[in-house]
C-alpha cells in the first residue's frame, strides 16, 4: 500500500457486546470485565476460555435488554396511572449497576407479574370509571327492561351494569384518549335503550370497538418498540464508529504519530482523521473510517514535489507508511478490529496528491474532551 489503501473493518463479538452493555449501563465506550478477558483469550488462542467469556458477555447484555425492557413498561403504565388518575402499585424501575445475569434475569421474573397486575387493576378502574357514568345519567341509565317503558328492575340494571363493566375491563389502560372516548360514547348507548335486544346491541358494539381499540394500541404499542429498536440500533452504530477511531487514533499515537481531528468530524456515517509525524513535514495520511466498516487512507503531500529527490522521499514515506499500518493492524487486532485490505498501490505506482491544506488541530485531548461532557 501507499497513497492509497482500502480496507474492510469487521468488529469481534466482544467489542460488540461489550459496547451495548456499556450504553445501558450508562458508560463511556471500553471493554472491561468479561468482555475484556474474551479479547485476551481471542488474543492468545484459547478457544475454550474465549468461548466461555464470550457467553457471559452475551447472557449479560440479553439481560440487560431484559431490563430496559420492563423499564420501559412501567415508564408506560406510570403515565398510564397518572392519566387515569387512580392509585395502583407499580414496581420501581431497576437501575442495573453490579447485577449478575442471574439477579437481572430473577428481577425481571419477579417484575413481569406485577406489571401484569398493574395493567390489570388499570383496566379494571377504566371500565369502573365509564360504567359509572354511564348509569349515572340524569335519566337513570336504562329506560326499560321489557320494552314497554317502564323502568328496569333493579336486578336487571346491575345485570348490565356488570355485564358493561367487565367488557369494559377489556379495554387496553393505555389506548389512546380518541379510542377511549369512541368506546365510552358506545357505552352511552345504553341510556337510550328500549329492549333486551337493543341491551345486546349496544353492549356487542362496545366489544367491537374495543377491540378496534386494542387492536391499534398492540400497533402503536409495536411502532414505539420498532422505534426503540431503531434508535438503539443507531446508538450501538454510534459507539462502534467511535470505537474504531478511538482505536486507530491510539494505535497510531502509541507509534509516534500525531493524529488530528481530520477534514471531516465525525458524523452519523463516519469520521476522518490526519497523520503526521515530526518527521515528515512534507507528507501527511488522511484517513476515513465509513460506517465502522471500512476504512480508506491516501498519502498527500503539504506541497507539489519539486524534484526527483521529493519524489524518492515520497516511495520512502510511502514505505514507512506501509510498514506502519500493518503494525497497527495488529495492534486493532489486539483491540478487537480485524481490518483486511481490499484494495491497494504499491509505494511509487502514482505521484502523490497534493494536500488541500485543510487540517485541524483538535486532537486527542479534544476527543477525550468529547467523551467526558458525554458522560456527565
Known amino acids: 500500500m501507499s497513497s492509497g489503501v482500502e480496507a474492510d473493518i469487521a468488529l469481534d463479538a466482544a467489542v460488540i457486546l461489550t459496547l451495548g452493555m456499556n450504553r445501558v449501563l450508562g458508560r463511556s465506550a471500553g471493554l472491561a470485565g468479561r468482555g475484556a478477558e474474551a479479547l485476551a483469550a481471542l488474543a492468545a488462542g484459547r478457544a475454550e476460555t474465549r468461548a466461555a467469556a464470550l457467553a457471559e458477555v452475551r447472557t449479560h447484555e440479553r439481560a440487560l435488554r431484559e431490563v430496559v425492557e ?45 406489571l401484569d397486575e398493574a ?22 341509565g336504562l329506560q326499560t ?47 337510550s335503550t328500549g329492549t333486551a335486544d337493543e341491551v345486546e346491541g349496544v353492549l356487542q358494539e362496545v366489544r367491537l370497538r374495543i377491540q378496534a381499540a386494542n387492536h391499534r394500541t398492540e400497533e402503536h404499542r409495536e411502532e ?58 512534507d507528507h501527511s495520511v488522511k484517513m476515513r473510517v465509513d460506517d465502522a466498516a471500512h476504512v480508506r487512507a491516501s498519502m498527500v503531500r503539504e506541497r507539489p514535489a519539486a524534484s526527483e529527490d521529493d519524489r524518492r522521499v515520497d516511495v520512502e514515506r510511502e514505505r514507512e507508511w506501509c510498514a506502519a499500518f500493518e503494525a497497527a493492524r495488529e495492534r486493532l487486532t489486539a483491540a478487537g478490529i480485524r481490518a483486511e485490505v481490499a484494495w491497494q498501490l504499491d509505494p511509487g505506482v502514482r505521484e502523490l496528491p497534493v494536500s488541500d491544506g485543510s487540517r485541524q488541530t483538535r486532537g486527542r485531548a479534544g476527543r477525550r474532551e468529547r467523551h467526558r461532557e458525554r458522560g456527565q
Open 70 to 114: 420492563r423499564n420501559a413498561r412501567i415508564a408506560a403504565l406510570a403515565e398510564t396511572r397518572t392519566r387515569i388518575g387512580v392509585d395502583v402499585p407499580l414496581p420501581a424501575p431497576l437501575q442495573p449497576v453490579e447485577q449478575s445475569p442471574e439477579e437481572l434475569a430473577a428481577w425481571c421474573a419477579a417484575t413481569d407479574p406485577a
Open 224 to 281: 414505539e418498540r420498532r422505534h426503540a429498536a431503531e434508535r438503539d440500533a443507531a446508538e450501538q452504530a454510534d459507539a462502534e464508529r467511535r470505537y474504531v477511531l478511538d482505536s486507530i487514533t491510539t494505535a497510531f499515537e502509541d507509534m509516534g504519530y500525531a493524529v488530528q481531528t481530520g477534514f471531516e468530524t465525525l458524523t452519523a456515517d463516519g469520521g476522518a482523521l490526519v497523520l503526521t509525524k515530526g518527521s515528515w513535514p
Open 119 to 140: 395493567e390489570r387493576h388499570l383496566s379494571e378502574h377504566l371500565a369502573a370509571q365509564v360504567t359509572a357514568q354511564v348509569f349515572a345519567l340524569p335519566d337513570g
Open 145 to 191: 327492561d321489557i320494552g314497554q317503558g317502564a323502568p328496569p328492575a333493579p336486578r336487571v340494571q346491575n345485570d348490565v351494569q356488570r355485564t358493561l363493566e367487565r367488557i369494559m375491563a377489556r379495554l387496553l389502560p393505555d389506548a389512546a384518549e380518541e379510542e377511549q372516548r369512541a368506546v365510552a360514547e358506545a357505552a352511552r348507548l345504553l341510556a
